[in-house]
């Protein structure tokens, strides 16, 4: 099957995976890092500054990105903090990161402040920074919040949703547009096990460039069921 003028294949699917990891045993993260460079995923992430170095020496010479996250506790992290976090990823290996923004901005609608947050991490940091960008609130919001983490040096859009959901295609859609217009890449991330290949596909084809989550192995390993569901639907 083809999805935007491209051949979809398992290893089509996996370059545009970010796998993530949350355990902290040495023995899962192992398994998990070594079966995601056989899968050929693009970004891996290693759950913790604590496992940076394990993480990034497992990762090497497989051209596999190492990421991992920053202030996911609350969204409650000082910049300064989030920025020494960024510095730490960097010097352990990693190539890309995903940033909760300042919480405390942003119900306070600061957008002011969430760029000189996201600009403390970008100072700090040389690679990828994806911010999450809260796309079950306003239009006008979401496409502020977006500006804001652009003034700040961000180069990739997250689209989330608040809700603990996954984010809606609609909204993928239209940060799509937004992402083009400000020249920045786009990431679709959900919670738990949210995600299926069915509506990964259906991300990808609403705009999203990449996708995060912790169940990216049975994602590639559903594409063919799902590509045989999918071709008995085609008029």
């Known amino acids: 099957m083809y999805l935007n003028n491209e051949l979809v ?33 693009r970004v891996i ?18 051209g596999v990105i190492m990421s991992t996250p920053i202030n996911f506790s609350d969204g409650l992290m000082p910049a300064a903090a989030a920025a020494k976090q960024a510095e730490i990823a960097g010097k ?13 901005a942003w119900k306070m609608r600061r957008w002011d402040l969430i760029t000189e947050y996201v600009h403390a991490v970008r100072e700090s940091f ?11 609130e306003s239009l006008d919001d979401m496409y502020r919040m977006c500006e804001a983490i652009k003034e700040g040096g961000a180069t990739h859009i ?48 609403a705009g999203a460039d990449y996708v995060s989550a912790s169940n990216t192995f049975q994602i590639v390993d559903d594409l063919p069921i799902f ?4 071709s008995k639907y085609q008029y």
Not at 48 to 61: A, F, I, S
Not at 128 to 135: D, F, I, Y
Not at 177 to 191: H, I, P, R, V
Not at 227 to 230: A, D, K, M, S, T
């Open 45 to 62: 992430f290693s759950p913790g500054h604590h496992w940076h170095n394990y993480v990034h020496d497992l990762l090497k010479g497989s």
């Open 92 to 104: 352990g290996g990693c190539g890309s990161i995903d940033v909760y923004p300042d919480m405390a």
């Open 158 to 205: 997250k689209a989330y949703d608040y809700n603990k959901q996954g984010a809606p295609l609609d909204r993928i859609q239209l940060l799509r547009k937004k992402a083009d217009e400000l020249g920045m890449g786009l990431k679709a991330s959900g919670n738990g096990k949210y995600w299926t290949t069915a509506i990964l596909m259906g991300a990808y084809a």
């Open 227 to 230: 590509e045989e569901l999918y």
């Open 126 to 136: 040389d690679g990828e920074v994806k911010v999450l960008t809260m796309c079950n």
């Open 9 to 41: 294949t398992k290893k089509w699917l996996a370059g545009r995976l970010e796998h993530v990891i949350w355990d902290n045993d040495e023995k899962i993260i192992t398994e998990q890092v070594q079966k995601g460079i056989d899968y050929g995923f």
